[in-house]
Nanobody
């Protein structure tokens, strides 16, 4: 059973930065996709970014490009989300997820999910 554990969330002032970590255990992730999603109260879960476990393919929404960067450390089975120039609208619970299938932005295509880490951006 794959376990994903997020960390690094917290309270930050607008314009600040955070780096989220997602530590994976239980299985290897060879050709899997690792993604970040977020969900604010009353809103649907939203795709943030994704990365292939091997290679260098990364995926972002247009809204995230330039501010958010996804990366990985295969030796540590960890994926990161560097978030810069944070805005109040970035406030949400951030989840990492792993998918053995395609469609990187579709949460229904992901097989495993972490419990989430809260990111709160004050104005």
């Amino acid at each position: 059973q794959v376990q994903l554990v997020e960390s690094g969330g917290g309270l930050v002032q607008a314009g600040g930065s955070l780096r989220l970590s997602c530590a994976a255990s239980g299985r290897t992730f060879s050709s899997w996709t690792l993604g970040w999603f977020r969900q604010a109260p009353g809103k649907e879960r939203e795709f943030v970014a994704a990365i292939s476990w091997t290679g260098s393919d990364t995926y972002y929404t247009d809204a995230m490009k330039g501010r958010f960067t996804i990366s990985r450390d295969n030796a540590k089975n960890t994926v990161y989300l560097q978030m810069n120039n944070l805005k109040p609208e970035d406030t949400a619970v951030y989840y990492c997820a792993a998918s053995t299938r395609g469609s990187v932005a579709d949460p229904t295509r992901y097989d495993y999910w972490g419990q989430g880490t809260q990111v709160t951006v004050s104005s």
